[in-house]
């Protein structure tokens, strides 16, 4: 089973919908958790961060975690053709920023 | 937010020649930098740990001695590939933690490389 897995899509939206997507994680152990963006060619840049059970918004993100699903996601809120990349969800746990990534989801935003 | 350098962001190398990739932490220092590999497709894979002053720590299935590193400051980390195969290309990235920083911050990621082995 892998640390971390997400689906790897495409996922399509059109301009101004909501995406949502979603990552799960095998170890209990896991810490702190983080959505990144990485554009094509590019390194990953990141998105927010969440260590703590419930929401956490940062302008059009909203980042969710359930620890006892072992569940994060990200809710990207009035999609841009800007916002089309792959999108990256780590976990660290107890090495400082030793992450493991997910495999990613590409996202496609549609004008 | 933080910088982290790596050079060269392109190579191409002939088979069995070596290659050596930097990653240079710009306005901070950086104890530990990690160096990550991510085939077309595919997710990051952590390759090692790089310690400063202290040998590196390496994934399971990652050759140490393919991959040699060396991080010789607290400002940079070398990775060097040595004997490349056309197999090694790929595109490799190094991040690196602030020192003194919590553990729940972010890692910041150099431009990455992209290594074409022919």
């Known amino acids: 089973q892998k640390e971390v897995e997400q689906n790897s899509g495409p996922l399509s939206v059109p301009e101004g919908a909501i995406a949502s997507l979603n990552c799960t994680y095998s170890?209990?152990?896991?810490?702190?958790f983080f959505w990144y963006r990485q554009y094509s060619g590019k390194s990953p840049e990141l998105i927010m961060f969440?260590?703590?059970?419930g929401d956490k918004e940062d302008g059009r993100f909203t980042a969710q975690l359930n620890k006892a699903s072992q569940y994060v996601s990200l809710l990207i809120r009035d999609s841009q053709p800007s916002d089309s990349a792959t999108y990256l969800c780590?976990?660290?746990?107890?090495?400082?920023?030793?992450?493991?990534f997910g495999s990613g989801t590409k996202l496609n935003v549609k004008p | 937010g933080a910088v982290v350098s790596q050079h060269p962001s392109r190579v191409i190398c002939k088979s069995g020649t070596s290659v050596k990739i930097e990653c240079r932490s710009l306005?901070?220092?950086?104890?530990?930098m990690f160096w990550y590999r991510q085939f077309p497709k595919k997710s990051l894979m952590l390759m090692a740990t790089?310690?400063?002053?202290?040998?590196?720590?390496?994934e399971q299935g990652v050759e140490k001695d393919k991959f040699l590193i060396n991080h010789a400051s607290l400002t940079l980390s070398t990775l060097t590939v040595t004997s490349a195969h056309p197999e090694d290309s790929s595109f490799y990235i190094c991040?690196?933690?602030?020192?003194?920083?919590?553990?729940?911050?972010?890692?910041?990621f150099g431009q990455g490389t992209r290594l074409t082995v022919v």
């Open positions: 991040s690196a933690r602030r020192q003194g920083r919590t553990m729940n911050t972010e890692a910041f």
């Open positions: 170890d209990r152990g896991s810490q702190s």
């Open positions: 969440i260590y703590s059970n």
């Open positions: 780590a976990f660290n746990k107890g090495n400082f920023n030793k992450f493991y």
């Open positions: 306005d901070f220092q950086a104890t530990t």
């Open positions: 790089s310690n400063e002053g202290s040998k590196a720590t390496y």
